[in-house]
């Protein structure tokens, strides 16, 4: 059985909203390991922020 990820968003592990999904294959056997949530526009923006906000931490270096 393929498992089943989540979005990794200000730190945390966040499901998906969008109920849709995408399957990641392996190249190898052509199985499927893995779906993965594909992200709505809120969830693409709140990631965009944070990344935004980490990069400014990050540029403190």
Same mark, same amino acid.
């Given at each position: 059985? &393929?498992r089943?990820? *989540?979005?990794? /968003? #200000? #730190?945390?592990?966040?499901?998906g *909203?969008?109920?849709?999904? %995408?399957?990641?294959?392996?190249p190898?056997t %052509? !199985?499927?390991? &893995?779906?993965?949530?594909?992200?709505d526009?809120s969830?693409? !923006? +709140? +990631? /965009?922020?944070?990344? !935004?906000? &980490?990069?400014? !931490? =990050? +540029?403190? =270096?």
């Amino acid at each position: 059985m &393929a498992r089943e990820l *989540t979005h990794f /968003i #200000g #730190g945390k592990h966040v499901a998906g *909203t969008s109920g849709q999904f %995408g399957d990641v294959f392996d190249p190898n056997t %052509g !199985e499927v390991q &893995a779906r993965v949530p594909l992200a709505d526009v809120s969830e693409v !923006e +709140a +990631a /965009i922020a944070d990344a !935004e906000q &980490a990069q400014r !931490e =990050w +540029a403190k =270096w």
